[in-house]
């Protein structure tokens, strides 16, 4: 599971007075994954969302079997290509795609040989099709952070659609639902839910988890209210007012799913029309002095014309040498392991 982090950036608030002293990556992604795509009313809305997987996948924040790779590689293919021409594609045709984190060559063949069943399948169709796979994952949509146990085992909690979700070593070993959920609250690097009291339980309880630090504590705290508010409630919680308000004021202040939902019910105009971009591939080649390099081609995602799924500016701390473009193409090179 990745270890760099993501801050979402606060629009109400300076981007320098966000960020520390770090090399940062700046990027707009897919904050709440919607739990059933298939809502999403129009292609262009549900083309992001399958841009946004594609990449988790990629990066290795969604973890798939090899026979997932397998079909979602040939969805992307379809939806990128379109039908399998031998005269066009020849016999190899996808080496320079990326999929899969530890993409072979066994793999790809078995996206080829998907890809040339799926004849007369529209670009639409093939990422419906994506989504209506990528949804059943089980990391889907799931905002991790490291954190320890009450007896200081390595655990990770994952934020979601559904509430709380508690993992080790890579299997998740507790689920806290929403409704479950009474209180979140932090005070320095640690992390607490109190429980509503079970079936045959007569007190609530407390369940505590230790951060980092401070601001992965808090972090955590304000993911888990975003996501609360969003998916939950009907309009978010304005909030407090007054100079003797104890705690955070924080509160999610964007849309929410029943609203997104709503301004989404009421768009009156034709469906825009987009052009699919070049996917993420490796194309390789040679530096002057003989050694080899892999330049990514990388889309971007820039809005959702349905904003039924909120794309936000996030960044992320990054040791890599990177340089963000202020274009929808971003070039880097790398050395080859």
Avoid at 157 to 164: D, F, K, M, R, W
Wanted: proline content about 6%; glycine content about 6%; charged content about 25%.
């Amino acid at each position: 599971m990745p270890s760099v982090f993501q801050n979402w950036l606060d629009p109400s608030k300076e981007i320098k007075k966000q960020i520390r002293n770090s090399p940062w990556q700046f990027a707009f992604a897919v904050k709440f994954y919607p739990p059933d795509p298939s809502q999403l009313t129009e292609d262009i809305t549900r083309y992001y969302l399958c841009l946004q997987l594609r990449d988790d996948i990629l990066s290795g924040r969604l973890p798939c079997s090899y026979v997932t790779h397998a079909l979602l590689g040939s969805y992307a293919i379809q939806a990128e290509l379109g039908d399998y021409d031998l005269d066009d594609h020849g016999s190899d045709y996808i080496s320079d795609f990326r999929f899969a984190p530890n993409q072979t060559r066994e793999l790809e063949e078995r996206v080829m040989e998907l890809h040339r069943t799926y004849k007369g399948m529209t670009p639409a169709e093939a990422e419906m099709n994506f989504l209506e796979n990528a949804k059943k994952l089980s990391m889907y949509g799931v905002d991790l952070h490291h954190a320890k146990d009450s007896e200081g085992i390595e655990i990770m909690l994952g934020v979601c659609a559904n509430g709380l979700l508690i993992y080790r070593d890579r299997l998740r070993i507790n689920r806290f639902a929403w409704p479950k959920i009474l209180k979140i609250s932090y005070k320095r690097s640690n992390f607490y839910i109190k429980i509503r009291p079970g079936e045959y339980e007569q007190f609530e309880s407390t369940i505590g988890f230790k951060l980092p630090n401070h601001r992965a504590a808090k972090r955590l705290w304000k993911v888990c209210i975003e996501h609360h508010t969003f998916f939950r409630l009907v309009s978010p919680e304005p909030p407090p007012k007054g100079f003797l308000v104890m705690g955070s004021k924080f509160r999610y202040s964007g849309r929410t799913q029943a609203q997104t939902r709503q301004a989404s019910a009421l768009i009156d105009r034709p469906a825009p029309q987009f052009e699919r971009s070049t996917s993420r591939r490796y194309l390789l080649s040679r530096s002057l002095d003989g050694g080899e390099y892999i330049c990514l081609i990388k889309h971007q995602i820039i809005y959702s014309a349905e904003f039924i799924i909120p794309l936000e500016l996030y960044y992320s701390s990054s040791h890599h040498n990177q340089k963000l473009q202020g274009i929808l193409l971003e070039f880097y090179f790398r050395p080859t392991k």
